[in-house]
C-alpha cells in the first residue's frame, strides 16, 4: 500500500509562489515509478497538471508550462511541485497521483488559492 499525503497549499496573490509537497509512506513507496500532480478547479474535470517518472522526461501540461517545475527526491518518496507566477485561474484542489507496479493511488488535496 501507499499513503500519500499532500501540502503547502494556500492563499496566494496572483504573481505569487507556492511549493506543494506530495509525500508517500507505506509498504510499497518504494516501487513508485512515478507521480502526477493533478488539479480540480470548482465546475471543471481534475486535469493533469506535471508528470514526473523514474528515469523519464518531466511532462507538463500547456497552461503551466514555464512557470510550474515538478521535481523529486532521490527515492521518489517526496515530489515537489515548485509553482511560480500563479495566476487566478490556478486556483483549484491540486492531488498527487503515485504509480506503483500494481496500481495507482491518490491523496486527499491541497487547495490553492490565487486572489487578490
Known amino acids: 500500500q501507499v499513503q500519500l499525503v499532500e501540502s503547502g497549499g494556500g492563499l496566494v496573490q496572483p504573481g505569487g509562489s507556492l511549493r506543494l509537497s506530495c509525500v508517500a509512506s507505506?509498504?510499497?513507496?518504494?516501487?513508485?515509478?512515478?507521480v502526477e500532480w493533478y488539479r480540480q478547479a470548482p465546475g471543471k474535470e481534475r486535469e493533469l497538471v506535471a508528470r514526473?517518472?523514474?528515469?523519464?522526461?518531466?511532462d507538463y501540461a500547456d497552461s503551466v508550462k514555464g512557470r510550474f517545475t515538478i521535481s523529486r527526491d532521490h527515492a521518489m518518496r517526496k515530489v515537489f511541485l515548485q509553482m511560480n507566477n500563479l495566476k487566478n485561474e490556478d486556483t483549484a484542489v491540486y492531488y498527487c497521483?503515485?504509480?506503483?507496479?500494481?496500481?495507482?493511488?491518490w491523496g486527499q488535496g491541497t487547495r490553492v488559492t490565487v486572489s487578490s
Open positions: 514526473i517518472r523514474r528515469g523519464g522526461p518531466l
Open positions: 507505506g509498504s510499497v513507496s518504494a516501487s513508485i515509478n512515478a
Open positions: 497521483r503515485a504509480w506503483t507496479p500494481w496500481g495507482d493511488r
